[in-house]
Every structure is written in structure tokens, then in C-alpha cells.
T-cell receptor, first 115, second 113 residues
Framework: AQKVTQAQTEISVVEKEDVTLDCVYE???????LFWYKQPPSGELVFLIR??????QNEISGRYSWNFQKSTSSFNFTITASQVVDSAVYFC????????????FGTGTRLQVTL | EADIYQTPRYLVIGTGKKITLECSQT?????MYWYQQDPGMELHLIHY???????EKGDLSSESTVSRIRTEHFPLTLESARPSHTSQYLC????????????FGEGSWLTVV
């Protein structure tokens, strides 16, 4: 069975600090997909990134970057120079092939960015 | 930006009432999903659909039912609401094929009193 672990329940940082959100996944499948979503206080889930298991290249998008390491089954998310608008709950999710693209979510990490 | 809409956004309803949460997407996605999320908690899949006339139960047992008569529409119904149904319900959709991104609506907050 697949599992996603986000060990950090809550993180508080001061604006402009860098912060890394950890995600560790478990699956026996060799082909899988990893996602990060952001959930602001309004409740909707905003898609941030999708990665397939064959692509270990790290990605940077503005202040956001993702580090995918198959050797440690981790897909960590770093926000550089955090801003108050980054305050949200961030979810990591795992999707397998042949499962209707159903996602298994982690328990989420609540990020609080203060002035 | 995904075009997936949920109504109502917020609903407070008495025990025993029947409710339907609406979900529509304009992207022509084959797959649609309903996730349930208690405040501050993880998401659990309760229903999904591969396409028209296809519905399946998710990983978390739910007393709700769904239907998929049209590609763009995936309503969720509770025949008799109970306080234990109080939660946020998130609808999502995605293209056919494995591993495609799933896009979420804004969610429906249901409170049963």
C-alpha cells in the first residue's frame, strides 16, 4: 500500500526566511507521480507541481523549488524568501498508474509566515 | 487555472435533511472525484468516476452517493444528513490516463446541526 508522510505538522517562520517542507513517500510501484498542493485559508486546493518517477530533475519556479530524490523516497519543497501570502497548508500527494489517478495525500504541513 | 465549480460553498442544515452538493467542470475531463476533509486534516477519497455512467467508492466509506450522467457534472447527495457528516467536501477532476494532474474546486463546507 502507498503512503505519504509529512512529518512537520506546523512550521512558523518570519517573512523573508527560507523554509523547506518535507515529504516522504512509500510505494512498491516503479512508476508513480508526486504532487504538491497549497490550501490557503479559503479552503481550495491549488495545484503547484507534478513530478513523475522517471524525472528526478529538480525544479525551480520563482521562489519555489522542489528536490526529488528517489534514493530517499523524498520530494521536498522549499520556499525562498517566504512571504505572508505563503501562509497555508501544503499537501504532498502520491498517485499511481492504473488507479484512476487517485491520489494519496499526506497529512499536510501548516506554514505560518509572520512579519 | 482549473475551471471546476462547487455549490454551495457553505451550507448549514438540520439533521435528517437531504442535501446535494453540486460540482461542475468545463474542461471536458473524464475523471472526477470527491474528497472529504475534516478541518486541519488530510483528504480522503470517497467517490470517483472514470466517465459518464461510471461511479466507484473511494478509500473512505461514505454514506453519500454520486451520479455521473453528464461528463461535466458530478453531484454528491446525502439522503439524510447527520452531524457526523459535518466536513469539507472537495470535488476534483482530471484528464484520462495515468498520473495526470487533478484539479480541485473551492470546496463545500457542510455543517449539520
Amino acid at each position: 500500500a502507498q503512503k505519504v508522510t509529512q512529518a512537520q505538522t506546523e512550521i512558523s517562520v518570519v517573512e523573508k526566511e527560507d523554509v523547506t517542507l518535507d515529504c516522504v513517500y512509500e510505494t512498491r510501484d516503479t512508476t508513480y507521480y508526486l504532487f504538491w498542493y497549497k490550501q490557503p485559508p479559503s479552503g481550495e486546493l491549488v495545484f503547484l507541481i507534478r513530478r513523475n518517477s522517471f524525472d528526478e530533475q529538480n525544479e525551480i519556479s520563482g521562489r519555489y523549488s522542489w528536490n526529488f530524490q528517489k534514493s530517499t523516497s523524498s520530494f521536498n519543497f522549499t520556499i525562498t524568501a517566504s512571504q505572508v501570502v505563503d501562509s497555508a497548508v501544503y499537501f504532498c500527494a502520491l498517485g499511481l498508474t492504473g488507479t484512476a489517478s487517485k491520489l494519496t495525500f499526506g497529512t499536510g504541513t501548516r506554514l505560518q509566515v509572520t512579519l | 487555472e482549473a475551471d471546476i465549480y462547487q455549490t454551495p460553498r457553505y451550507l448549514v442544515i438540520g439533521t435528517g435533511k437531504k442535501i446535494t452538493l453540486e460540482c461542475s467542470q468545463t474542461m471536458g475531463h473524464d475523471k472526477m472525484y470527491w474528497y472529504q476533509q475534516d478541518p486541519g486534516m488530510e483528504l480522503h477519497l470517497i467517490h470517483y468516476s472514470y466517465g459518464v455512467n461510471s461511479t466507484e467508492k473511494g478509500d473512505l466509506s461514505s454514506e453519500s452517493t454520486v451520479s455521473r450522467i453528464r461528463t461535466e457534472h458530478f453531484p454528491l447527495t446525502l439522503e439524510s444528513a447527520r452531524p457526523s457528516h459535518t466536513s469539507q467536501y472537495l470535488c476534483a477532476s482530471g484528464r484520462g490516463g495515468s498520473g495526470n494532474t487533478i484539479y480541485f474546486g473551492e470546496g463545500s463546507w457542510l455543517t449539520v446541526v
